[in-house]
């Protein structure tokens, strides 16, 4: 990885060397084969890791009665999951913990990208109503996935973003980087070209919308959550001019975002 970060790309760059990066920091290994077997496998195996976390380490936000954190495996395979029991947040080394938990919810989300993109072809293709409930279920997990990443005491958020600076990561490290982001905005882009939203019946085209709305509301609560309203992010700080927060650069992609989400309804 070394010679990919010396040679250097810009924050924002999706190139293979960029997505490496992100991938190493985030321990991500790529496989080939039987993509259904290898995502099912995938999903299963980040559930267990984060019911293991949480049952070690406990939580700092609202309960999920619902299961839509830890419920990926059983409802891809409509097998009912039992209710978790919550635990307020403890752990004998905090900053290990945080970074422990930091890294299972991105790699969680990851997965659940890679089932996005899957699902989001399907609503380009079908937009029925068995598409639309998939995707905003998994809109909705991914919104609890994000929560979960952050889902430690703020004061020990400044362990974690060290973790995220050179030499150990490129300057202005940023989710933007990974290949699973870029594809999902590809789909998104498409499925708006397409008018897929437009042949949605008028409540469907409003649960897709919440649906995505509810995830990108996530990635806002983390930014404030961990300073963003004051802060500029690892990625605004590298890029240098305008004093944009984190927060406000947030609100800015996610408006982006959900504008591929608008329709005639």
């Given amino acids: 990885m070394t010679d990919n970060l010396d040679?250097?790309?810009?924050?924002q760059d999706s190139s293979p060397a960029a997505c490496e990066v992100h991938d190493d920091f985030f321990a991500i290994r790529r496989a080939e084969g039987d993509s259904a077997m290898l995502l099912a496998g995938a999903i299963l195996l980040s559930d267990l890791?984060?019911?293991r976390d949480l049952a070690a380490h406990g939580t700092t936000v609202d309960s999920d009665p619902d299961r839509m954190l830890i419920g990926a495996s059983g409802y891809l395979t409509s097998t009912p999951l039992p209710a978790s029991e919550d635990r307020?947040?403890?752990a004998d080394d905090p900053a290990a913990a945080a970074n422990h938990r930091w890294l299972l919810g991105h790699q969680r989300f990851f997965v659940l990208m890679q089932l996005l993109i899957v699902s989001v072809k399907q609503l380009r293709d079908k937009a029925?109503?068995?598409?639309?409930?998939?995707?905003?279920?998994?809109?909705?997990?991914?919104?609890?996935?994000?929560r979960y990443a952050a889902d430690f005491p703020p004061e020990i958020y400044?362990?974690?973003?060290?973790?995220?600076?050179?030499?150990?990561?490129?300057?202005?490290?940023?989710?933007?980087?990974?290949?699973d982001h870029r594809e999902l905005v590809v789909q998104?882009?498409?499925?708006?070209?397409?008018?897929?939203?437009?042949?949605l019946s008028a409540a469907d085209a409003t649960t897709v919308r919440e649906a995505v709305g509810?995830?990108?509301?996530?990635?806002?609560?983390?930014?404030?959550?961990?300073?963003?309203?004051?802060?500029?992010?690892?990625?605004?700080?590298?890029?240098?001019?305008?004093?944009?927060?984190g927060l406000e650069a947030a609100e800015k992609l996610a408006h982006q975002r959900l504008g591929y989400f608008a329709g005639q309804h």
Avoid: I
Avoid at 7 to 11: K, L, N, S, V, Y
Avoid at 128 to 146: K, P, Q
Avoid at 159 to 178: C, E, H, I, K, Y
Avoid at 216 to 225: G, K, Q
């Fill in 49 to 51: 890791l984060v019911q």
């Fill in 88 to 90: 307020e947040w403890h």
């Fill in 7 to 11: 040679t250097g790309f810009t924050p």
């Fill in 158 to 179: 400044g362990d974690v973003r060290d973790t995220m600076t050179p030499p150990a990561v490129n300057a202005g490290f940023s989710g933007l980087q990974t290949r």
């Fill in 128 to 146: 029925d109503a068995e598409a639309v409930r998939d995707f905003a279920w998994l809109c909705r997990s991914s919104a609890h996935t994000m």
């Fill in 188 to 199: 998104f882009r498409k499925l708006k070209q397409e008018g897929a939203m437009a042949r």
């Fill in 214 to 245: 509810e995830m990108y509301d996530a990635h806002l609560w983390v930014c404030d959550r961990f300073g963003g309203r004051t802060e500029q992010s690892l990625l605004m700080e590298q890029l240098g001019g305008k004093q944009e927060t």
